[in-house]
């Protein structure tokens, strides 16, 4: 039988969960320098980062976001979006 050790790690806090029909924007800093950012244009557009945008789907650690605006819908790591407020 496993004794629990005396010193348990701390647990993170979980990250809010972005789900299906969320309002969400780009965090500059999360998207700036990333694989996804070097594969576009080098001026990103300021509406990504001042949203809102419609989460449409989310498949493992991507999401689809639609912008509220005549542009095609775009993939983008859940991890550099933030929920609009």
């Known amino acids: 039988m496993a004794e629990p050790s005396a010193d348990p790690t701390p647990t993170a806090k979980p990250a809010a969960t972005l789900k299906k029909g969320a309002l969400v924007r780009v965090n500059r800093t999360s998207y700036l320098g990333s694989v996804e950012a070097s594969a576009s244009d080098p001026r990103p557009p300021e509406y990504i980062f001042e949203g809102p945008g419609e989460l449409l789907l989310v498949k493992g650690e991507y999401g689809q976001v639609r912008w509220r605006r005549p542009v ?7 991890s550099q979006l933030e929920v609009f407020s």
């Open 72 to 78: 095609p819908d775009v993939w983008l790591k859940l």
